[in-house]
């Protein structure tokens, strides 16, 4: 079973500078996807970027951007100029390619235990 | 305007009583899903389903049900038989052989 693993239970960061979460995974796998989900007070779970583990560039949504290792199983999170807004829990999440094949196949997203980050003015 | 309900936002039960935590879409998605979130905990999937009618369990089922009779909608029973419901629900839905899962607001069930 694939675990995913977020070591940093929680971060902080002035306004403006940047900060990086860290997550590791383990799988078997050779073809999945990987995403950073944002749950702010609300509560309301927002996709902030994701990753296909064949592409070997690294994705980037405006000032979010990850580092994709495959080889270390490794993908971490960098927010640059962070904002007030940003000031959420994180979760990294990891789901097989297995679903894309064949309709029975497990689409289900395996999360990590989440970073609390807090950004200071 | 598309997106996921669920209802109630606040939910009160007294032990012994089975309630169910309602899930509605409009996105016109295939495929739904039931996650539990506790504190430290992340989320956990319950169950899951692809297409009406049918529906996998997920790692923690064990006292919930659900029901996948139209495609809108999915339902979950929160039963006698969980030990420990107090949790915040979480349903999302998304197209089958799409990356993005889309949540809904969540459900606070608090057992009395």
């Known amino acids: 079973a694939q675990t995913v693993t977020q070591s940093q239970p929680e971060m902080s960061v002035q306004e403006a500078e940047t900060v990086t979460l860290s997550c590791t995974y383990d799988t078997s796998e050779s073809d999945y996807y990987l995403f950073w989900y944002k749950q702010p007070p609300s509560r309301q779970m927002i996709l902030v970027i994701r990753?296909?583990?064949?592409?070997?560039q690294n994705a980037t949504e405006n000032r979010f951007s990850v580092n994709f290792q495959k080889a270390a199983k490794s993908f971490s999170l960098k927010i640059s100029d962070s904002q007030l807004g940003d000031a959420a829990m994180y979760f990294c999440?990891?789901?097989?390619?297995?679903?894309?094949?064949?309709?029975?196949?497990?689409?289900?997203?395996?999360f990590g235990k989440g970073t609390k980050l807090t950004v200071n003015p | 305007d598309g997106g996921i309900t669920q209802s109630p936002k606040y939910l009160f039960r007294k032990e012994g009583q089975n309630v169910t935590l309602s899930c509605e879409q409009n996105l016109n998605h295939d495929a739904m899903y039931w996650y539990r979130q506790d504190p430290g905990q992340g989320l956990r999937l319950i169950y899951y389903s692809q297409i009406v009618n049918d529906f996998q369990k997920g790692d923690i089922a064990e006292g919930y049900s659900v029901s996948r009779e139209k495609k809108e909608s999915f339902p979950l029973t929160v039963t006698s038989a969980q030990k420990n419901p107090t949790a915040f629900y979480l349903c999302?839905?998304?197209?089958?052989?799409?990356?993005?899962?889309?949540f809904g607001p969540g459900t606070r069930l608090t057992v009395l």
């Open positions: 990753q296909e583990a064949y592409k070997q």
């Open positions: 999302a839905s998304s197209i089958w052989r799409d990356n993005e899962q889309f």
């Open positions: 999440a990891y789901r097989s390619a297995e679903g894309f094949y064949f309709q029975g196949g497990s689409e289900k997203l395996v």
